[in-house]
């Protein structure tokens, strides 16, 4: 249904939750809005033209008919706050059941405010640790939409919330949105299984509905010759590069040393240097050293010759202060210390041109803001140096802002979300002429029409040239150019853009010449939706023979253990010796050492939902396990596996002993097998304190050594590692255990879970706390920070001057005559402990 307003010009649309006279009735939107209300659909709509109003129509129309609630998911902070103000606006909901979750909400916050909400809006990664965490139920949750949903692909979080809403709820419905879903086929059609989509809709410019509301958007490339003294510094550089590669052609890893080679082959290199090291040749080892010191050197090339001489000044300076720091590699300091190197540091110094794409840029917005009157333009640069210094730059001519991500780098502080959010509404309201931006404002942002969309370099990906692109011609005609230094870096991502961009678009049309024949093929794949769990599918939501699972019914909360720890001072057998003579008796010791050993440490118990189950379907009846996980293990995926097995429950807390905690009596310390020997080549005792804290606290603590290659990987003798594996099992009780991968040691975690609480009936109880340093630890970390000189050095120093004191007050001559005391760290050390503080 539409309403026409009062002048009789614009129709307005009048459906339910809809706030009156707000959503413009374009028929495209409609139509594709009520597709998507009845299966699960990719939607392709051309950047600017309304995808998300496409899906609030499908949220209005869920919520009116079937109630629950709606989950919308985008990538960035931004977008989702975006997206919260645009549904606020739109929906007759009130604004407090529009909520937006994102990692500034507490978990704990977020568990409740999820119970009240009709609508969340959320990065996909506060979802995937909430749904682990078993903090949310998705079961209620009637429409679940995946903005950009073209980054559903690897291990991205997408792919796992999909997989648990279409396990886990009631009446799932699922709505995919990008511009740019893929490159070809084979790219859209793997989106579309990791989404469970089943339809796909693609609208283009060509399509009447949509044309009429689109404007021409022109593209021009603009070629730029490079100065002699930037190709000067250039060619210096890659002739280092070149020499390089001629120490790895008598490895015989390349048989090419030319310095413009493809990352793809110098990927392949790097796999052979590999081989090497893991055959056990020291060579690999150097290898490897000179192939870190090429990439070094290629990122320099590519500075100077794409983005500009003040960001090479700018990475030299971090180079060098890198290569002073303690425990710094040879790649690091070879470096800085190779002549031509310090050449060209030396010319970058004494450049004071401008590079040609600093005065491209100049003249491009003078002409747009300017000549043609223009209101607003978008430079895009790939690198946060540039847009300082560009930023820097153009505010000498026009009113500028820069709009870059969160995260602080060195020589460069990130913006808040409050700024970023400050900063793009100030674009939207006129208030400044230009925004240089990363490639942060590049998808979904709601960035107002602009007059000239700026690209300082060709982006080697056609899915983020449209997103690009997509700034402009939304409700004018628009303009787009594309810096190009000729013979660089740049004409070769040129190229690739645009041949990538070419095959999407070509792709797009087939695909929407095709969309039956493509839906065929994902019926074919995966029909019932058996990609994620099968079962019966509620009649409301998708089609008719897809086929979803029954949701799970609540497990019951656990019961209050009364068992505590064990005196971990008590010899501890291996899992293998846990029979079932041996637990009766060791609980009988158990039960009496208890109570002395739970007071020992501070039990927590930080699970305010116990009523959510974090299963991905299965046998309601199944007995329920229960895994805590530390939220500091989330990058390996291990307890994001386990929430979707059937019958395990997972739970996260900040843990202050363990990885894992699987009974009253079962920690476990994860290590990868490359962080376990770190630690033997360093003097890093972390890991034997962690281990010595679980066995103060649990009574079968428990070390899992994760990786291949324990005694080939790195050049530690066989009797290193030998004794490390023996003190942690005789020294700390430990069980030491290993696996090949994150699967195994997810595989190993539940099959102990399982032992622990199905067959002996005990109870996950979370207690401990890691152990206070001595005084002697205390005056180590001290010393160990200053200057980064690491533990070694500190106690050297410490052994040698005596006191804290006596080491900072010693002078740079004192220091150098320590062992591993060397002039750039006796320097760097005084200069941190002299200097005056000067916080700016």
Known sequence: MAATDAEGGTEYLDRPLLTPGFLEDRRYQTRLADTASDGHTLVCLPTGLGKTTVSLLVTAHRLAECGGKALMLAPTKPLVEQHAAFYREALEIPDDEIIVFTGEVRPDDRATLWEDARVVMATPQVVENDLVGNRIDLSSVVHCTFDECHRATGDYAYNYIAERYHADADRPLVTGMSASPGGDEAEILTVCRNLGLA???????????????????????????LP????????????????????????GVTNSTDPSMSQKQLNAIRAKLQELIDDGQSEGYEGM??????????????????????????YFERQRNAAQSSGASKAAQRFVSEPRVKEAMRRAEAFDDLHPKFRKTRLLLAETLGIRDGERVIVFTESRD??????????????VRRFVGQGDKEGSDGMTQTEQKDTLDAFRNGEFEVLVSTSVAEEGLDVPDVDLVLFYEPVPKGVRSIQRKG????????????????????????WISKNEEKRMEEELRKLKGA??????????????????????????GADDEEAHAEPDAEAEAAAESDAGAADATDGQPGLTDFTDEDESEDGEQTDGDSAEAGEAGAETDTDADEGLVATAGGDPDADEIEIVADQRELDAHIARDLSTR????????????????????????????????????????????????????????????????????RNVHPNAIRGALSSLAVDFGASVLQTRDADETADLLEVIARREQDRDDREVRVHGEKSSKTLAEQQEYVVSSVAEVGPVTARALLDHFGSVEAVMTADDEALKTVEGVGEVTASKFREVVAEEYDPS
């Open 199 to 225: 339809d796909v809709e693609v609208m283009t410019e060509d399509d009447a509905d949509v044309a009429e509301h689109t404007y021409e958007t022109t593209l021009d490339w603009v070629h730029l010759d």
């Open 386 to 399: 540039t847009a300082e210094t560009l930023t820097e730059f153009l505010s000498e001519s026009f009113d």
């Open 471 to 494: 700034r402009t011609g939304r409700a004018q005609e628009g303009r787009v150019v594309v810096l190009i230094a000729d013979d660089t870096r740049d004409e070769a991502f040129y």
């Open 289 to 314: 050293s000179a192939h870190a010191e090429i990439m070094k050197l290629r990122r320099a090339v590519e500075l100077v010759e794409t983005q500009s001489v003040e960001s090479l000044r700018r």
């Open 515 to 540: 969309e039956d024949d493509i839906e065929a093929e994902l019926d074919d794949s995966q029909q019932s939706l058996e990609a994620f769990n099968g079962g019966d599918e509620d009649e409301a």
């Open 646 to 713: 059937e019958g395990v429950t997972t739970r996260l807390e900040t843990l202050a002993v363990g990885d894992y905690v699987l009974s009253d009596r079962v920690a476990v310390e994860r290590k990868a097998v490359d962080d376990f020997l770190d630690t033997l080549l360093g003097s890093d005792r972390s890991m034997f304190d962690q281990v010595g804290d679980a066995a103060r606290h649990y009574a079968r603590p428990v070390v899992i050594l994760e990786g291949e290659g324990l005694y080939e990987k």
């Open 228 to 251: 002699d003294s930037v190709i000067e510094v250039r060619d210096a550089l890659n002739d280092v590069i070149a020499e390089r590669l001629e120490q790895l052609k008598q490895l």
